[in-house]
């Protein structure tokens, strides 16, 4: 047993030892999130898998605005829009008896690439400022006109009749069935935005976000390769839109209100703009802490807006900014990966000594348990104590780091 | 559609227009001098409805509520400028969005913490109530009449003090060539707190004005946030000349279209088709404006100088 594990560990270590750093991340998010089903009976049941559900969903959605904002420089502010069309094409057709995946999750796809089409064709003959203003007003449009159609429950919105049916099935009414599916679509995102990042067409679209001027001298035309990644990012988008309307088996307006391409936007920038496994964590971090401060309070916005301009004052690059400093200290994958699992093996060694020291004092008697116990704790302390300096010496530089930051920050404060 | 009903229609939409200039102008004005996109603006006009509500109820008038609530919400926007604003003119476009909207969820909530999630009401003022008779068979309110006529007259004094005084010269300067105003001797950092002090007052006269006819609450100014954004773009950033235009445009084709679209329809469509698509036609009336301008020409109907 001990020996599969571990060779399925080095294994693990392999394939993980060839994959750039981000991509470990990504690896590893995927890993969790994959054993999340199996753990949730055990940390709070069905709730954590919702929860797990709604951070696949934005994760797509963030996935798609990143294509954007950090590959093609187009700071879109209607993208929750997309998220709404899909959502939308789902509720509509599932209300006419059409909700079968066949139909529906093309009709998605089509519906949220028709309106980037149509928007984005306007909106991508403008840069910066104007970009950011148009695609809002093209948002807030779709949001007006989603709540102005009454056969649609207009402001009310739409419930679903049941999830979408694949093959005439109800299969994913199943939640950890529809958890798969929804991992699988956030794998087949990421493989397929990854592979168009650095695909010719990537290429052109960071070349334009670079220096236009010297791309059309080549012979580009920025216009059509924007458009191209405006209707791609929107149809995925849109992906994501069928899974939201699924997995609330509702859609509304709400779901393209402008403050939810405000929080897409801040999605992204959390996670940290420029890389993928940046939009995945920023989802997830995001999501989690309007969880737990609504929890907490419900003037959570309260709390959300200037933690907001917070991170935008001061830490520039988001998680996967900071992630990437802390390996340029000198920590590198495979050193975490080795004291996780050092840590791992002394605590099983540790623990199957006590257990049977432990068994071996129940036959003994109570006094022989309590003698043996203490053995068996100096023991392990013993074992612990080169771990927890090293761990110390981490803990320490770590401080020292958080210090010599606060001390720049106050500095940068003070010339101010 | 009756005639009266049309210019009854005209008038709200003119002063729907007007509101919408107060606060695009001081939008744009901001966006034009120092490049910087200030998304929490439409709170600076719910902030303006609130304080004359506040000044309201510990005055008793409503007039004293209106004009103290002008250096109030002048006061508030330069604070925070000086808190949140100044440390992001020199950053990317996407942070000012990012921490601008940051400050619009903080202040919504804030004033939900404050004054109550409730709606609130203050009335219009004794010497403004009442209703002139436009002809036969219609009146129209004196207020709304005067929110028009106080418009007006901000946007005359507006022109005038950016086309015929040195600070509005230096603040189309500015809009045309921050860096080369500096260079010539002129505070930037003061134009800058000028510029947004005057832009935030402007926002928040506007939600004064509209108080009284208005449900106070939070959120208020997120709608007006964006169709002013929609007014700036067809107008051409930085020029005040087309926020005004382009406001008016605006608003009345926005109250028009959802007054009459439906109506329209019904002309050649079958009513129950019209009664579907004209609300739905009726809300995208002025985006579909904002399409077809920037068709035509994308920088909008009046491009500032010196801007691409």
């Not at chain 1, 990504?26 to 009976?41: I, T």
């Not at chain 2, 309201?56 to 409503?62: D, H, M, N, P, Q």
Request: proline share 3%; aromatic share 10%.
């Amino acid at each position: 047993m001990r020996e599969a594990l571990r060779s399925s560990i080095d294994t693990a270590v392999a394939v993980l030892r060839t994959l750039a750093f981000g991509q470990r991340v990504a690896a590893c998010l995927f890993a969790l999130l994959a054993l999340l089903p199996l753990l949730s009976p055990m940390l709070g049941g069905s709730y954590l898998l919702l929860i797990g559900e709604r951070v696949m969903i934005y994760a797509i959605a963030a996935l798609s605005l990143e294509l954007l904002i950090g590959v093609g420089g187009l700071v879109s502010f209607g993208h929750a829009a997309f998220l709404g069309v899909g959502a939308y094409a789902t509720g509509m057709l599932a209300s006419h008896g059409l909700g079968t995946l066949s139909v529906a999750l093309p009709a998605a796809l089509i519906a949220s690439a028709l309106f980037a089409l149509a928007t984005g064709a306007i909106a991508v003959r403008t840069r910066g400022v104007y970009f950011i203003m148009i695609t809002l007003a093209f948002g807030q449009m779709a949001f007006f006109v989603a709540t102005s159609l009454a056969p649609y429950g207009g402001d009310d919105g739409l419930t679903l009749p049941t999830r979408t049916l694949v093959l005439g099935t109800r299969v994913l009414k199943n939640e950890t069935a529809f958890f798969y599916a929804i991992l699988a679509m956030l794998a087949v995102t990421y493989l397929l935005v990854g592979r168009l990042v650095a695909s010719r067409f990537g290429r052109v679209l960071r070349g334009l976000t670079d220096n236009e001027m010297r791309m059309q001298a080549i012979g580009f035309t920025p216009y059509a390769y924007r458009v191209t990644a405006y209707v791609i990012a929107g149809s995925i988008c849109g992906l994501a839109g069928f899974l939201l309307a699924n997995q609330t088996e509702f859609v509304s307006p709400a779901y393209m209100h402008w403050q939810r391409s405000g929080e897409l936007i801040v999605m992204v920038l959390l996670g940290g703009t420029g890389t993928l496994h940046g939009p995945i964590l920023g989802a997830a971090a995001f999501l989690m802490l309007e969880e737990t401060l609504s929890r907490l309070t419900e003037h959570w916005k309260a709390i959300l807006g200037p933690l907001l301009v917070l991170v935008v004052l001061f830490a520039k690059g988001g998680i996967a900014g900071a992630m990437e400093a802390w390996r340029q200290r000198k920590l590198t994958f495979a050193q975490l990966l080795a004291a996780a699992d050092g840590l791992a093996r002394t605590m099983a060694a540790a623990g199957v000594e006590r257990w049977r020291l432990g068994s071996t004092a129940l036959r003994g008697g109570v006094d022989r348990l309590a003698l043996l116990a203490k053995g068996a704790t100096k023991r392990a302390v013993t074992r612990w104590k080169p771990l927890q300096v090293a761990l110390g010496g981490r803990l320490v530089a770590l401080r020292q780091s958080a210090e010599r930051g606060l001390a720049l920050a106050a500095a940068r404060w003070r010339r101010r | 559609m009756s005639t009266s009903l049309f210019v009854v229609q005209v008038f709200n939409g003119l002063q729907l227009g007007i509101l919408l200039f107060l606060v695009a102008a001081g939008l744009t004005l901001v966006f034009g001098v120092m490049d910087f996109i200030n998304l929490a603006h439409g709170v600076q006009y719910m902030l303006g409805a609130y304080l004359a509500v506040t000044f309201y109820r510990l005055t008793g008038s409503v007039f004293a509520g209106l004009l103290l609530a002008l250096p109030a919400s002048m006061a508030f926007g330069l604070l925070l400028e000086v808190l949140v604003f100044r440390h992001l003119y020199e950053r990317d476009h996407l942070e000012q969005v990012l921490a601008t909207f940051g400050v619009i969820l903080f202040l919504n909530q804030g004033v939900k913490i404050v004054w109550g999630a409730a709606p609130l009401n203050m009335g219009v003022p004794d010497v403004l109530s009442g209703s002139i008779p436009l002809m036969e068979g219609l009146r129209y309110p004196v207020y709304r009449f005067a929110i028009i006529a106080a418009g007006l007259a901000v946007a005359g004094a507006l022109y005038l003090f950016v086309a015929k005084t040195r600070v509005g010269m230096l603040v189309r300067a500015g809009a045309t060539d921050a860096a080369m105003v500096s260079a010539l001797g002129v505070d930037i950092k003061r134009l800058f707190m000028i510029v947004f002090g005057f832009g935030a007052m402007l926002a928040g006269f506007a939600g004064a004005m509209v108080a009284p006819i208005l449900s106070v609450e939070p959120g208020m100014g997120d709608q007006i946030l964006i169709l002013a954004f929609v007014v700036i773009v067809i107008g051409g950033i930085g020029s005040i000349r087309g926020a005004f235009v382009a406001a008016l445009l605006v608003g009345v084709i926005d109250t028009l279209g959802r007054s009459f679209m439906t109506d329209g329809l019904r002309l050649f469509l079958a009513p129950s088709t019209a009664r579907i698509i004209g609300p739905a036609l009726a809300s995208m009336a002025i985006y579909l404006l904002m399409a077809v301008v920037l068709a035509v020409r994308p920088a909008g109907l009046f491009p500032a100088r010196g801007r691409a």
